[in-house]
Antibody, heavy 114, light 112 residues
C-alpha cells in the first residue's frame, strides 16, 4: 500500500535551517509529484511547492521561494524539504503528499523558538 | 492566485441528517480537457488530511458513498448524506488547476 513516512519533530532556533524527509513506499517513486503543504496551528493549508522525482523539476509558491528548497533522492525513494532562515512564523506542521494530494504523510511538527 | 472561499465556517449536524458545504473559486476551474480541478479533503482531529472527492465529483477510493461532490465552473458543493459521528473534522476544498495550489479556509463539522 502507498505510504509516505515523514521524519520526526524538530525544535530549532530562529535563524537556523532544518531539513525534513518524506520516504515513499508502495508505488513507483518517480511516477508522481510530491507536494509539500504547511499548516500553522489552527490554520488552513498552504501549498509550498512540488517536485517531480523523475526529473527533479520543481514548482514553488512565490510566497515560499527562498524559504523552502525541495530535493529528492531516487535511490532511497525519499523527498526532502529544507527550510532556511527560520522564524517563529515557520512554526507549523509540514506535510508531504503525493500527486493530486491523494496520499499524505503523517506530518512533521517544526517548532522555531529561542 | 486563485482564491477559494468556503461556507459556512462551521456546521452542526444531527446524526442521520444531511450536510452541505459550499466552495467558490475566484476563477473557473474547468480545464480545456473538460475536467474540473476541484478537490475535497477531510482532516479528522489530530490527523493528516485525506482525499474525499477528486475532479469535482469523483469519490476517492475507500470513501463512503454518503459523500458526493457537484458544481459548476466556479461554484461547488460537498454533500454528506446520513452524517455519522466519524465524519467530524474540518473539510477543505482545494483547486489543483494551477500553481500555486490553493485551499479554502475550511468548514468544521460537528455532531449535535
Amino acid at each position: 500500500q502507498v505510504q509516505l513516512q515523514q521524519s520526526g519533530a524538530e525544535l530549532t532556533k530562529p535563524g537556523s535551517s532544518v531539513k525534513i524527509s518524506c520516504k515513499a513506499s508502495g508505488y513507483t517513486f518517480t511516477s508522481y509529484d510530491i507536494s509539500w503543504i504547511k499548516q500553522r496551528p489552527g490554520q488552513a493549508l498552504e501549498w509550498i511547492g512540488a517536485i517531480n522525482p523523475g526529473s527533479g523539476g520543481t514548482g514553488y509558491n512565490e510566497k515560499f521561494k527562498g524559504k523552502a528548497t525541495l530535493t529528492v533522492d531516487k535511490s532511497s525513494s525519499t523527498a526532502f524539504m529544507q527550510l532556511s532562515s527560520l522564524t517563529p512564523e515557520d512554526t507549523a506542521v509540514y506535510y508531504c503528499a503525493r500527486g493530486y494530494l491523494g496520499y499524505w504523510g503523517q506530518g512533521v511538527m517544526v517548532t522555531v523558538s529561542s | 492566485d486563485i482564491v477559494m472561499t468556503q461556507a459556512p465556517l462551521s456546521v452542526s449536524v444531527t446524526p442521520g441528517e444531511s450536510a452541505s458545504i459550499s466552495c467558490r473559486s475566484s476563477k473557473s476551474l474547468l480545464h480545456s480537457n473538460g475536467i474540473t480541478y476541484v478537490y475535497w479533503y477531510l482532516q479528522k482531529p489530530g490527523k493528516s488530511p485525506q482525499l474525499l472527492i477528486y475532479r469535482m465529483s469523483n469519490l476517492a477510493s475507500g470513501v463512503p458513498d454518503r459523500f458526493s461532490g457537484s458544481g459548476s465552473e466556479t461554484d461547488f458543493t460537498l454533500k454528506i448524506s446520513r452524517v455519522e459521528a466519524e465524519d467530524v473534522g474540518i473539510y477543505y476544498c482545494g483547486q489543483l488547476l494551477e500553481n500555486p495550489l490553493t485551499f479554502g479556509s475550511g468548514t468544521k463539522l460537528e455532531i449535535k
